[in-house]
C-alpha cells in the first residue's frame, strides 16, 4: 500500500516534464502505425478460405475441417442466427465446449454482424444466467439441447443452414465480441471489444511472430479467456492452422507435449504457470522434445528465472512476453526474447501496432520518462467498455489527453518505461489478482463469500505454493456453515473457489484496526 500510495504520487514536484522528455516519450510511447485492410476478420479469413478451400483450417483429435468446410459451416451458423431474428450488433452466447461447431459458431456470429459472447458450460448455472441477463443476450448456441437460461431462447450449435455467405455489411467500430472478467464489486464484467480493435491484435500477432501457412497454432485457453480468439482467428487469417487441445489433454501434460509433437505446433500461448509445468515435464522426460517455433507467455509476470529455464532448454525458440487486458482487444505489448533479459524483472515489451502506452501520476498526468505511475492503454485497441454497465466504463475508460476525441483504458497495473523504451510492469494497484493467468478480483469472492447464509465476515488471501500461489478465504459465521467449498463453487468458476476456506471466531485484525492478511496468509500455510 505504501508502494502504491507513492508510485501514484503526482508528479508536480519534478515540475514540468523536460524537452527531452517529451521528445523521447512521444517517440517511445506509440506502438508503429501501420493501416489496417478496410474489411472485419471474418471477411478476409472468407477470402482465405476462397484461396485455400483444401487446405487444413482447425483441427480436434482426429477431426480436421478445411477451410471451405469451416467457411460453408460458419455460414449456416450465421444464416440460422439472422432467420431466427437476429439483429446487427444482437449478443449471442455460445454454450460449447471447445470444438470444430464452437469455431464455426465464432466465425458465423462475426458474419451475421452480431457480437460473440462465450460461456463456460463448466460454469455455475446461476453465473451464466446472470452473464446472459447482464449481457442483454439474444439467442444462446448451445452444443447440447438444454432449456431456455434466463429465457433466452436457445438454438443447437450445430445443424444444417443455407451455406451462402449472408453478406452483411459490418461496421469496423461495431462490436465483435464479449468476454466477461472478475468484477471487484461482486458481479463479473462484460468488456466489449470492437471489430477494428480485434483486427488490430489478430495482425499485431501476426506480424510480430511471422505467422504464415506453415503454421499450426495451438489452441489452449478456456474459451472463456481472450487469449482463445487469437489462438483461433490468427492462423485462419493466414492460411495456417488452429489446432484445438481438450482441456483433459492440458491437464496432462505428457499428453499435451505428445499432442505438440504429433499436430507438429509451431506457435504456442501459455500463462508462466504452465510453461512452469511444461518445462518441468521437459526435464525429466529430456526424449519428449517438442518443436515450436515460437513460444508467447502472457496473463501475468514471468520470472526471470523461467526465462532463464526456457533458453536453458530452447536457445534458439523465442519466447515472447505479452501484455494487455481483455479491455483493450488482448496484448498490447510483446516484448520477444531470443536470450535472457539483462534486467532484474522481465520487460513487458514495446506497445504493439496502433497501439499508445501511457505512464500516468495519480491527476492522470504523464510521469517524467522512466519514472512509475499508472499504464494506460490508448489507440485502436480500446473496447467501447463494460457491457450495459456505464458506471464501471466511465471509470476505466476515461478521455485521452493527447487526442480528445478518443478515450485511453485505465489498466489499474503500475510500469516504467526502461531506458530502451521498452515498458517494466510493476504490478497492480487494487486487489486484482491472477490464479493459472486468470483474473480474480478479491472483492469478487469476498462478496460471494458474505452472500452465503450465516457468514459474517470474510477475507481472501494469496497463499504463496512454490513459485505458483493459491487462494484461501477465512470467514467467521453465527453457526459452522457446511460445505462451504461446494456452495462457493455453485457460484463462482473453479478458478475462482479458494482451495481452502477457513471459519474462525474472529478475523485477526492489525494494530490500525484492518484485517492482519499477513497472519491470515501465514494461518493458510500453516494450515497446509
Ligand atoms: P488478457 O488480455 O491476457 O486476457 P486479462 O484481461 O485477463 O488479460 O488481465 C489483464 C491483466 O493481467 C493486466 O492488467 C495485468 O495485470 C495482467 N497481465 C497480463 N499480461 C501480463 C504480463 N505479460 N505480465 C504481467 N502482468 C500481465
Not at 470492437?194 to 511472430?209: E, P, Q, V, Y
Not at 483493450?328 to 535472457?340: K, N, Q, Y
Not at 476515461?398 to 510500469?415: A, H, K, N, S, W
Not at 457460484?491 to 482451495?499: D, Q
Request: charged letters at 20%; aromatic letters at 6%.
Amino acid at each position: 500500500r505504501a508502494i502504491a500510495a507513492d508510485l501514484d504520487a503526482p508528479h508536480e514536484k519534478h515540475s514540468l516534464l523536460t524537452g527531452k522528455d517529451v521528445w523521447r516519450q512521444l517517440h517511445v510511447f506509440h506502438g508503429e502505425l501501420r493501416e489496417l485492410p478496410d474489411r472485419r476478420a471474418h471477411e478476409l479469413i472468407g477470402e482465405q478460405a476462397r484461396r485455400t478451400p483444401h487446405a487444413v483450417a482447425a483441427v480436434r483429435g482426429e477431426l480436421r475441417w478445411t477451410y471451405a468446410e469451416l467457411d460453408q459451416r460458419a455460414n449456416a451458423v450465421a444464416n440460422r442466427l439472422l432467420a431466427a431474428g437476429a439483429r446487427p450488433g444482437d449478443v449471442v452466447a455460445v454454450l460449447s465446449d471447445r470444438t470444430l461447431p464452437w469455431v464455426a459458431a465464432i466465425l458465423g456470429i462475426l458474419k451475421a454482424g452480431l457480437v460473440y459472447l462465450p460461456v463456460d458450460p463448466a460454469y455455475p448455472h446461476s453465473r451464466i444466467a446472470g452473464i446472459l441477463r447482464r449481457s442483454g443476450t439474444k439467442l444462446l448456441l448451445a452444443e447440447v439441447p438444454t432449456e431456455p437460461i434466463a429465457d433466452v431462447p436457445v438454438l443447437p450449435l450445430e445443424a444444417a443452414g443455407p451455406t451462402i455467405d449472408p453478406q452483411v455489411s459490418v461496421p469496423a467500430d461495431a462490436p465483435a465480441y464479449i468476454y466477461f472478467t472478475s468484477g471487484s464489486t461482486g458481479e463479473p464484467k462484460g468488456a466489449v471489444c470492437a471489430h477494428a480493435g480485434m483486427l488490430n491484435h489478430l495482425s499485431a500477432k501476426i506480424d510480430d511472430l511471422g505467422l504464415t501457412e506453415q503454421d499450426a497454432v495451438c489452441q489452449n485457453a478456456p474459451q472463456c479467456f481472450d487469449i482463445s480468439l487469437w489462438q483461433v482467428l490468427a492462423p485462419l487469417l493466414v492460411g495456417g492452422r488452429t489446432v484445438l487441445v481438450p482441456p483433459q489433454v492440458i491437464l496432462d501434460v505428457e499428453a499435451f507435449v505428445s499432442t505438440l509433437d504429433r499436430e507438429r505446433i509451431t506457435v504456442l500461448q501459455v500463462v508462466p504457470s504452465y510453461l512452469e509445468v511444461l518445462l518441468g515435464h521437459l526435464d525429466l522426460s529430456p526424449h519428449q522434445r517438442p518443436t515450436p517455433r515460437i513460444v508467447c507467455v502472457t496473463g501475468e509476470a514471468i520470472s526471470r528465472s523461467l526465462v532463464a529455464r526456457w533458453f536453458g532448454c530452447f536457445p534458439d525458440v523465442p519466447l515472447v512476453n505479452a501484455y494487455g487486458a481483455t479491455e483493450v482487444s488482448d496484448d498490447t505489448t510483446h516484448e520477444i526474447m531470443r536470450a535472457l533479459p539483462a534486467t532484474e524483472l522481465v520487460p513487458v515489451g514495446r506497445p504493439v501496432q496502433n497501439v499508445s502506452v501511457y505512464i500516468l501520476d495519480s491527476q492522470l498526468a504523464l510521469v517524467p520518462f522512466g519514472a512509475p505511475g499508472q499504464i494506460a492503454f490508448a489507440g485502436i485497441c480500446v473496447g467501447p467498455g463494460y457491457i450495459n454497465d456505464p458506471d464501471k466504463t466511465a471509470a476505466a475508460f476515461v478521455p485521452d489527453p493527447f487526442r480528445p476525441d478518443q478515450r485511453m483504458y485505465l489498466t489499474g497495473d503500475y510500469g516504467r518505461w526502461l531506458p530502451n523504451g521498452h515498458l517494466e510492469f510493476l504490478g497492480r494497484r487494487d486487489e486484482q489478482v491472477k490464479i493459472s493467468g486468470m483474473r480474480v478480483e478479491v472483492g469478487e469472492v469476498e462478496n460471494t463469500l458474505l452472500r452465503v447464509p450465516g457468514v459474517r465476515s470474510a477475507c481472501l488471501v494469496v497463499v504463496p505454493i512454490g513459485t505458483s500461489k493459491r487462494l484461501a478465504a477465512f470467514f467467521t459465521a453465527d453457526e459452522p456453515v457446511p460445505d462451504l467449498k461446494r456452495r462457493l463453487a455453485d457460484l463462482l468458476p473453479a478458478h475462482m473457489v479458494p482451495s481452502t476456506v477457513h471459519q474462525l471466531d474472529a478475523l485477526p485484525l492489525t494494530e490500525n484496526g484492518k484485517v492482519d492478511k499477513a497472519a491470515l496468509v501465514a494461518a493458510a500455510l500453516r494450515a497446509g
